[in-house]
């Protein structure tokens, strides 16, 4: 059972910056693409940031750009989402989530899930 565990989360005033960690770990992963996606209150979960552990390719939703990076830690199964100039906007839940077969903004690609991290961000 592979497991992935999100941390990092927490609150921030607008304009601040965070950093979230995801560690995979269980049997062998033979990860293609790691992801983030945010889930708000009554919204749906959308994508954040992915990065292709072959050749680091990232990919990043237009809403973010420029703002978060992602990025692994190359000898170790954890992928990371700095985030900086926090939005109240970005506020939700960030989930952590691994797929074996392609990089893509669709929840349904990612068959591994985290348990999610709040982050809250106050204007």
């Known amino acids: 059972q592979v497991q992935l565990v999100e941390s990092g989360g927490g609150s921030v005033q607008a304009g601040g910056s965070l950093r979230l960690s995801c560690a995979a770990s269980?049997?062998?992963?033979?990860?293609?693409?790691m992801a983030w996606f945010r889930q708000a209150p009554g919204k749906e979960r959308v994508f954040v940031a992915a990065i292709r552990w072959s050749d680091y390719s990232t990919y990043y939703a237009d809403s973010v750009k420029g703002r978060f990076t992602i990025s692994k830690d190359s000898g170790e199964n954890t992928v990371y989402l700095q985030m900086s100039r926090l939005k109240p906007e970005d506020a939700a839940v960030y989930y952590c989530?691994?797929?074996?077969?392609?990089?893509?903004?669709?929840?349904?690609?990612?068959?591994?899930w985290g348990q999610g991290t709040q982050v809250t961000v106050s204007s």
């Open positions: 269980g049997r062998t992963f033979a990860a293609y693409a």
């Open positions: 989530a691994g797929s074996s077969s392609r990089l893509s903004g669709s929840v349904s690609e990612y068959s591994y």
